[in-house]
């Protein structure tokens, strides 16, 4: 082994658990954001297995519930006003919403890996969506980031 390569390897030994250490995602619950009236901030996320998503209630009236989980995973629903912490175990697509703002097109993804279960979100999908009253286009947006 050279010398470059010992530094290499060191280097490499150093660096590594920054690189592979799980993030923890933060999805604000507004009234108003970028995207305008009752929205999560960021509402699409692509993550990987292993890390967390916490959901804030910077302001206050929102929670958040899934709609479509990825395969042996159970349905989550937070408490309204308050944080909540969902680990990601699975990979998959999380299709989810917020009860009080539903009609308002208060929804969100979170994309864990691969969306290997992209059929039954394009088959739940429109019922969710025929509850939106205002902008369900801005709900397709959303959704329309799913990567494949
Ligand atoms: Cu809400």
Known sequence: MTFKHRIAVVLSTICLPWFVQAKDWQ????NYGDAGSMVFEP?????QIGDTVTFVPTQSGHNAKSYVVPRDTKAWTSPINESYTLALQHEGVHLY???????????????VGKANNLDTI????????????LSPERADQIVANIQQ
């Open 27 to 30: 999805v604000q619950m507004l």
């Open 43 to 47: 509402s699409y996320i692509h993550a």
């Open 97 to 111: 919403y917020c009860p009080p703002h539903l009609m308002m097109g208060m929804i969100g993804v979170i994309q």
């Open 122 to 133: 394009e088959s739940k999908y429109p019922r969710l969506r025929s509850k939106i009253a």
